[in-house]
């Protein structure tokens, strides 16, 4: 009986989690061609898939931007994030209404945002280089030079983030009780020790979900780029998220099998991250 | 901060895989019903913008009753046509017939996803060789084509007389550039195209690198780098903008529409926009370097019939698509989707129904199929680091020699 309301989950999971999981770890485990991939037949492999993508030698700088972007997106997003946090803890006039404007960006369509992104980012008829020009700075090739790709849809991707720190932080510092801030006011503590010693010490555990959460969801960031740079100028900003895409379908012949193996090692990233945050949370509960 | 598409994606592969357990039960069940005779017949195109009252689907079921069978239509984004095309292949539930981008026909041969004419008998003795080429691989076709579309020069009228350039004047790469250099001086911009790092910027850099002599064989011969110098010293200039390199064909256009441009290279899917634009436009074929007009791309789609368990099917699926390629059904197709027809006979009567396609029959009989010349399957392997060549070129990461040498070396060791 126990088992049968538990069939359902098993099932959705099975279906939606395991199937295309295993299916995925096989792709990457055997050479595919289309043809291959129509009638069957494609033969094993093992690691050969991993070892091409490996050898590449746009490997090691789409894994280098990889790690800036997560890197670089979690930072700001999250510095950005509980400065708004705290700044809206403080109540003045309008302060939910202004609260609510900028989870905007959070509740647009992502199509919708990385294009007005790549109108304003856009070389010569951009409204940030014209706004540069106003100040007597040349244009900037936002998008379409290798030096600068990177950095704009970094500064996309942090504006798309920060509702979401925002959110979560500012509900975390919701539950820190008033008393506390009000003993050490009577102590005599200055905003910056009560920030330092009672506000980031006990928004550790939300701080901590929120940063994997972030993690997770920046690793795999795919349409904010696609849609901005491609991935280019010449894989300037492609990322594995990007490359795997590549790979797959981005071009006429699909290359199913490297784009497979580069979808797991994404995969495997986030796991780590997972496994470190367990691990962390498990010695806080031993302390 | 979400993968949006990479979620859909794994979606749709669940869905799959479901389909694929639930298929097991009711297979024997489904493939009953419609035998070799009548019943429904499913049609996939990639034209989405045609909804169920337009002539397109009309003409379908028309198409249909004559053939005893009604036809089940469904319109898919063009880019998703060729995984979903490729998955059904895959399940073994491919439609009965397929309309799709001509340089996907020899990638879904390669999976031997597609009948040839040998066996599905259909008739393309009165095709165009040059568009027929795209469905041709190992002496074998593949598919015939509804309609063809390629790249042309678009130009502002009023800007060339502005500047005092003669539209007529212009014939070769020499005098197209000082047309450039002398809407520049009066202030305005030369030139908009698209060299985005995906299939687009190879196919709008293809009508200059086949207009240099080069060919797709040879990524880095000197003919070869003289067409992507020509790019690269434009936007050097001045006379392309920067943004190019991220343009896409449509932000190009729009650039065009701005009236900021007195060039714009693009297709014939733009004349129905080209009629709203602000400014009135004429259009040139693409000139070669040394003159005359230059082999550009041909575009549009070929009606195929896919692989079927019921062999028995491909007898009506011939009647379908003989009927949808006739020479009346053609030229009305031809006429709303934009094309040029694939049938001389079919083009001369819409050049001279509108003359404004007279520029375009032209550039589609002097068109090259991309994957013809029996590249095939290789087209994607070479294309892919020329797109990238010209990137790197046009962003100033590398000189076209370099690019060029560097796509080359790619090219042939995939």
Do not use: I, N, R
């Given at each position: 009986m126990a088992w049968g309301f538990l069939a359902p989950t098993v099932v959705y999971l099975l279906a939606f989690y395991a199937y295309p999981l295993y299916r995925n770890v096989e792709l990457s485990l055997r050479e595919y061609t289309v043809r291959s991939f129509v009638q069957g037949g494609a033969?094993?492999?093992?690691?050969d898939n991993y070892r091409t993508v490996l050898t590449d030698p746009a490997f090691w700088p789409t894994l280098a931007h990889t790690l800036v972007f997560t890197g670089a997106s979690l930072v700001f997003q999250f510095t950005i994030g509980m400065a708004l946090a705290l700044f809206f803890r403080q109540h003045f006039p309008l302060s939910g209404t202004l609260r609510a404007l900028i989870l905007v960006p959070w509740l647009l369509p992502l199509i919708v945002s990385a294009s007005t992104w790549s109108w304003l980012l856009n070389s010569d008829s951009g409204l940030v280089n014209a706004a540069l020009g106003v100040v007597g700075i040349d244009p900037v090739n936002w998008l379409t030079s290798p030096t600068w790709s990177l950095t704009s849809v970094i500064i996309a991707n942090v504006w798309i983030g920060i509702p979401f720190n925002l959110v979560v932080l500012y509900s975390g510092l919701q539950a820190i009780p008033v008393e506390v801030y009000e003993a050490s006011a009577l102590d005599g503590a200055s905003g910056w020790q009560r920030f330092w010693s009672i506000t980031f010490p006990l928004l550790r555990p939300v701080s901590a979900i929120t940063l994997l959460l972030g993690l997770i969801y920046t690793l795999k960031v795919f349409d904010i780029i696609w849609i901005m740079t491609r991935g280019g100028p010449t894989g300037s900003s492609a990322t594995l998220a990007t490359w795997s895409y590549r790979l797959g379908f981005g071009n006429m012949l699909p290359e199913f099998g490297p784009g497979a193996a580069v979808g797991n090692l994404l995969i495997v990233m986030a796991l780590i991250a997972g496994l470190v945050y367990i691990r962390s949370q498990r010695r806080q509960y031993q302390r | 901060m979400t993968g949006l598409n990479r979620r859909r994606r794994l979606a749709a592969v669940a869905v799959i895989a479901l389909a694929a357990v639930t298929a097991g039960a009711c297979s024997s069940s489904s493939g009953?019903?419609?035998?070799?005779?009548g019943g429904a017949y499913l049609v996939w195109d990639p034209y989405p913008q045609f909804a169920d009252d337009s002539d397109w689907v009309a003409l379908l079921k028309k198409c249909g009753t004559s053939a005893g069978v009604t036809v089940e239509r469904t319109g898919y984004d063009t880019t998703d046509l060729t995984n979903k095309a490729l998955l059904a292949a895959q399940q073994g539930n491919s439609p009965d017939v397929l309309i799709v981008d001509n340089p996907v026909i020899s990638t879904l041969a390669e999976a031997g996803a597609l009948t040839t004419t040998e066996e599905n008998k259909l008739d393309v003795s009165s095709m165009a060789p040059n568009l027929l080429g795209a469905g041709q691989s190992g002496g074998k076709t593949y598919g015939v084509p509804i309609g063809a579309n390629t790249l042309a020069l678009y130009y502002n009228k009023d800007l060339l007389t502005a500047a005092g350039v003669?539209?007529?004047?212009?014939?070769?790469w020499t005098s197209l550039t000082s047309a450039l250099t002398k809407v520049k001086a009066k202030g305005k911009k030369g030139i908009t195209f698209s060299a985005i790092g995906t299939e687009e910027g190879s196919f709008q850099f293809l009508p200059w690198f086949w207009g240099s002599g080069a060919q797709l064989t040879s990524l880095d011969s000197p003919q070869a780098v003289s067409a992507l110098t020509l790019w690269k010293d434009w936007l050097k200039q001045g006379l392309a903008p920067n943004s190019v390199i991220n343009n896409t064909q449509t932000t190009s256009w729009q650039e065009f529409a701005s009236g900021n441009f007195a060039f714009a290279e693009n297709g014939t899917w733009q004349l129905a926009n080209a009629e709203k634009l602000g400014f009135s436009y004429g259009t040139i074929a693409i000139p070669a370097s040394a003159g005359g007009p230059a082999p550009a791309p041909t575009g549009g789609e070929f009606v195929s019939i896919p692989v079927q368990k019921?062999?028995?099917r491909y007898a009506t699926s011939q009647k379908l698509v003989t009927c949808l390629t006739n020479a009346d059904n053609l030229l009305t197709t031809d006429t709303t989707l934009s094309y040029v027809a694939p049938v001389t006979a079919v083009q001369d009567r819409q050049a001279t129904e509108n003359p404004k396609l007279k520029v375009w029959v032209e550039a589609v009989r002097a068109a090259k199929g991309r994957t013809g010349d029996n590249l095939g399957t290789k087209y994607p392997k070479i294309s892919e680091p020329l797109w990238t060549a010209v990137q790197a070129a046009l962003s100033g990461g590398k000189s076209p020699q370099e690019a060029l040498t560097a796509a080359q070396a790619s090219a042939t060791s995939k």
């Open positions: 033969p094993f492999a093992g690691l | 009953d019903s419609d035998g070799g005779g003669d539209p007529a004047s212009v014939t070769d019921k062999t028995d």
